[in-house]
């Protein structure tokens, strides 16, 4: 049996990823078996620059902290595992986990989690293919605005047509 301070150890670790998953948007659970030394130095340059932190835990230590915060994963945490947890964006660590899981053959996604619900593999690669929040808005805004410059633009073409068109000023020599 572990000594007292081992298991303190594991309880602190535990404490500090379940509130890492609780404060999360959303993460992804990874098989990261195989990846090479530089593939897995250029993941975490890229998760780190798109704000998601990874990390690998133990599995037991990992299903306990996602179960602490009501996310039952204990199914999908076998052979080696790491976890992917995104503060800011829903989508950009299962885009990212995405994009090297078609690269590389061995890393696999097992699953993830957004909005309180747990994701297979599929799932997470359905909110891969989801584009970025700030393009959602984007989206969402410029089809809000298309009808309101169309309108802009009949109400000038009737208003030019009604005063005839503008005379120009003379060009000064």
Do not use: H, W
């Amino acid at each position: 049996m572990p000594s007292a301070k081992i298991l303190e150890s594991k309880k602190a670790i535990v404490a500090e990823l379940t509130d890492k998953i609780k404060a999360a948007k959303a993460g992804v659970i990874v098989n990261y078996q195989g990846i090479t030394v530089e593939n897995d130095t250029a993941l975490r340059k890229a998760l780190r620059e798109a704000g998601v932190e990874y990390k690998v835990y133990k599995n037991t230590l990992t299903g306990m902290a996602c179960s602490n915060a009501g996310y039952d994963v204990k199914s999908y945490l076998e052979g080696m595992s790491a976890i992917a947890l995104s503060n800011q964006d829903e989508v950009a660590a299962a885009k990212i986990m995405k994009e090297y899981a078609d690269k590389i053959p061995t890393f696999e996604i097992k699953c993830g989690f957004v909005d309180g619900g747990v994701l297979d593999a599929a799932g997470v690669n359905e909110l891969a293919a989801i584009p970025a929040k700030p393009v959602l808005v984007g989206k969402i805004l410029g089809g809000m605005m298309s009808p309101v410059s169309k309108l802009a633009m009949v109400l000038q073409a009737i208003i030019d047509k009604e005063n005839g068109p503008a005379e120009e000023a003379p060009a000064a020599e």
